[in-house]
């Protein structure tokens, strides 16, 4: 579970691993988005183009906040535990809803964004690529770990 080579602290990768078997998620897959959202950075914010934020290690977009906060007494998404859960709760609905494709392209874009990028035409994207990419890389440093 725990490699050097993943800049994140042993608790967040243990935190993060029992997070993914809790959800049914790959950890792989979790890790490989946290390096995508983040680069492992658990207090990364990126204010979005429409003014939303994205926050912490998932970034997970401030449109969310209310129901976290309702369903799951998220509160504080810059702490890395709450945002790991965010993050894996979210990514779970969205895979088990559209399967790991799409739940990757609804985790991007938000699921109407998804939608309007289906109606383009576009089903995937450079960032799906990169991300099932660096899925692989992860795969063998846990495998040598």
């Not at 602290?9 to 691993?17: D, F, G, V, W």
């Not at 950075?41 to 990126?46: L, P, S, T």
């Amino acid at each position: 579970v725990y490699s050097d080579q993943i800049p994140l602290s042993m608790e967040l990768q243990k935190y993060t691993y029992q997070r993914c078997v809790d959800m049914q998620l790959e950890y792989e897959l979790v890790l490989a988005l946290m390096w995508r959202e983040s680069r492992f950075q658990v207090d990364a914010v990126n204010i979005n183009t429409n003014g939303t934020q994205d926050s912490g290690i998932m970034q997970i977009n401030d449109v969310n906040r209310g129901w976290l906060r309702d369903q799951h007494n998220i509160t504080n998404l810059m702490d890395p535990v709450q945002n790991i859960n965010a993050g894996t709760i979210m990514l779970g609905d969205l895979i088990g809803k559209y399967g790991v494709n799409d739940g990757l392209m609804a985790y991007q874009y938000g699921e109407v964004g998804m939608q309007w990028q289906f109606s383009k035409g576009v089903y995937t994207n450079e960032n799906i690529a990169i991300l099932m990419s660096k899925r692989k890389d992860f795969q063998q440093i846990l495998q040598q770990a």
